[in-house]
């Protein structure tokens, strides 16, 4: 199973605190069988930014992701505001988070989308929850 967590990028305020979190559990994950990556629209030295920003050696960052391919995953866009709160200039037009667990099939076993910054999904209380759905399959 895959983990693919959209993150809105650099930009963004909470998605290192998020990030460093995951990359804190990514061991945890693929003690489970599952691979972790995050992925945003962000260019190669911005996601180079934060991958350094958050200390990533276990969590790989993808980049440049099409907002046409994360309309296709059901993400939301949002547009710019220029500045973020933390001063990093955003992306022109960009995706909110979403957090998709991905079978070897393809097929979803799980998925969160948000429409705004806040209130995302927690990594800990995942990794309970594939600790459950693996006991009882």
Request: proline fraction near 4%; charge should be neutral; hydrophobic fraction near 40%.
């Amino acid at each position: 199973m895959t983990l693919i967590y959209f993150y809105r990028g650099l930009h963004c305020g909470i998605c290192a605190p998020h990030l460093k979190e995951l990359e804190r559990l990514t061991p945890q994950f693929v003690e489970r069988g599952v691979t972790t990556i995050a992925v945003s629209s962000d260019t190669k030295a911005r996601a180079r930014g934060m991958q350094k920003k958050i200390s990533a050696n276990n969590l790989r960052i993808g980049y440049g992701l099409p907002l046409t391919e994360a309309r296709k995953w059901g993400l939301f866009i949002s547009t710019s505001h220029s500045e973020s709160s933390i001063g990093i200039e955003e992306l022109e037009i960009f995706f909110e988070s979403g957090l998709f667990l991905v079978r070897a099939d393809r097929t979803i076993y799980y998925l969160s989308v948000q429409s705004m910054p806040f209130l995302r999904p927690n990594f800990e209380d995942l990794l309970h929850a594939l600790d459950f759905a693996i006991e009882q399959d």
